[in-house]
């Protein structure tokens, strides 16, 4: 089941089914009622902890069904999305002219201190650098202990550093390919495929330069394809590419 955590200018943070098969789309699974309005959007944790700040100068860890897991106060409203990185850690900004960085457990890691309001949703960086903009007119960039953004389906607002806001597409299905040959030439691959899928299938000599060699049609089963190429390296390497 995929779930959208919304913001809301209510003192709400609404979860609703996007796909699911004993709700309907869109149906309203739990409400988590703030203390002012929220217009942070959300994070997930690697643990499925949603994380958002408030107007009531908090942000806010809640369990996956909805539960409050903690709240952290902070000295003015908490406008900013927060960013989690790969340790577990949360930055998020405030409008006490801070970015905090918060544990997991919802203890005080550390504060920076701007000239003024930080409204902006820190991003992090592949190195674990934080990047965040103040009212006070500059762009922050911050060393951290977090390599690299957490391993979660939305770690900080619009997905990635890029914002982008597209999620990492599922881990496709690896290839178990069956090799056969009673000589150099013809040699024989056999994999299973799946129906309504394209392959291609290609070689190399020296595994830095691929070349493609066929192109076979999934049936929903196991196919064959036979390389009947003249051999002209010593050895020879294949790799089989799903494309649609």
């Known amino acids: ?10 003192a709400a943070v609404i979860c609703c089914s996007a796909l699911g098969q004993e709700l309907k789309p869109g149906d309203v699974i739990w409400e988590f009622e703030t203390g002012d309005m929220v217009q942070s959007s959300p994070a997930i944790g690697s643990d499925a902890t949603i994380y958002v700040g408030s107007y009531d100068n908090k942000l806010y860890a809640i369990n996956p069904d ?14 900013s999305s927060p960013a989690i990185g790969s340790d577990g850690t949360i930055y998020v900004g405030s409008e006490d002219n801070n970015l905090y960085a918060i544990n997991p457990d919802g203890t005080k890691k550390w ?17 674990g650098t934080i990047y965040f903009g103040s009212l006070d007119g500059n762009l922050y960039a911050i060393k951290s202990s977090s390599i690299g953004p957490a391993d979660s389906p939305w770690p ?7 914002r982008t806001g597209r ?17 150099a030439s013809p040699f024989s691959l056999t994999f299973e495929t799946k129906s309504d899928s394209t392959y291609k299938i290609e ?8 070349g493609e060699i066929g192109e076979v049609q999934g049936t929903g089963s196991s196919v ?4 009947r190429r003249k051999a002209m390296f010593p050895q020879q390497y294949y790799r089989v590419k799903l494309v649609e």
């Open 1 to 10: 089941m995929k779930l959208i955590h919304i913001p809301t200018f209510a």
């Open 66 to 79: 909805g539960s409050k897991k903690w709240a952290f106060e902070t000295g003015s409203y908490v406008l």
């Open 111 to 127: 504060a920076f201190d701007t000239g003024d309001d930080v409204n902006s949703s820190p991003a992090i960086g592949r190195d």
């Open 156 to 162: 900080m607002f619009g997905q990635n550093a890029q």
């Open 167 to 183: 999620a990492p597409s599922p881990v496709p299905d690896k290839i178990q390919i069956n090799a056969f040959s009673k000589s």
């Open 203 to 210: 070689a190399s000599h020296d595994l830095k330069k691929w």
């Open 224 to 227: 064959k394809f036979i390389e």
